[in-house]
């Protein structure tokens, strides 16, 4: 059984990673893909509303010929991420009671 997620997972996923450290998309994609299935193709575009929001910010780093765009986590982000992690807490608490409650 795969379970559906939305907007809100990816999004939360995302800043909690780029929060560790500044990452490129590529990279990002393979940690997300480490716990959700997602593609590049679905990933990129929240990397892009992301950084609209201004939760995230870019810069551009030179590596083998190329440049290689990094995502760094902005206060706004932080923000959102500290509010998504309280959300997200309640959310599976709400989950868990009522697992707790069937027999089965």
Not at 18 to 26: N, P
Not at 47 to 54: A, F, P, S
Not at 68 to 78: A, C, F, L, Q, W
Request: glycine share 8%; proline share 3%; hydrophobic share 30%.
């Amino acid at each position: 059984m795969g379970f559906q997620y939305g907007g809100a997972v990816l999004d939360l996923c995302v800043l909690a990673i780029v929060a560790k450290e500044d990452t490129y998309g590529y990279k990002l994609t393979h940690e997300v893909k480490e716990t959700l299935n997602v593609s590049e193709s679905t990933l990129y575009p929240v990397l892009r509303r992301l950084t609209k929001e201004n939760c995230l910010s870019t810069y551009d780093k030179p590596y083998d010929g190329r440049n290689r765009r990094y995502y760094t986590i902005t206060p706004v982000g932080k923000e959102r991420l500290k509010a998504a992690r309280e959300e997200w807490k309640g959310y599976i608490g709400k989950v868990e009671k009522i697992l707790e409650r069937s027999h089965v």
